[in-house]
């Protein structure tokens, strides 16, 4: 979904893993009044945590909670990346442990690479994706990604 005006709201995606799930917790309770402009789409444990912190501190915000992500969450949100229901995804990866749902979580990366979703992978990038100045720029059309084979002369 492609927005020429950004006064509307947006779909944002937040998920995290176990051991990011403080990190997303902070970050969302530092962007607040962003997010809670827009409508936050999560799964179920990441949710439950940011709507209890937000509850704690007087924040009104939609959160829908999907699955949790070994139960199938990661892979609802990708199936909403491809029918263009997400406009933005921050997704807080534990890079430093396994996870036995590796494929969802692949899944989602991809689908959001494909479907042209701009999606965070960390704080830093978090910070400057919800901070971008194109979401408010009427004349900002994101190009379509296109997908040709390269021919060399």
Request: some cysteine.
């Amino acid at each position: 979904m492609y927005l020429k005006n950004a006064n509307r709201k947006l779909t944002i995606a937040l998920v995290a893993h176990d051991r990011r799930k403080a990190d997303m917790v902070e970050w969302a309770v530092f962007n607040a009044d962003t997010l809670s402009k827009h409508t936050l789409v999560c799964t179920g444990t990441t949710g439950g945590l940011i709507e209890k912190a937000f509850q704690e501190k007087g924040i009104e915000a939609e959160i829908i909670k999907m699955n949790s992500g070994p139960l199938g969450g990661d892979a609802e949100i990708a199936a909403m990346v491809a029918r263009h229901q997400v406009n933005l995804a921050i997704f807080l990866i534990d890079d430093l442990n396994a996870q036995p749902h590796e494929a969802d979580i692949q899944m989602l990366l991809r689908q959001c690479r494909v479907h042209n979703v701009p999606i965070a992978c960390n704080r830093y990038s978090a910070d400057l994706m919800i901070t971008s100045s194109l979401w408010e720029n009427d004349e900002y059309t994101p190009s379509i990604p296109q997908y040709i084979k390269f021919e060399r002369e």
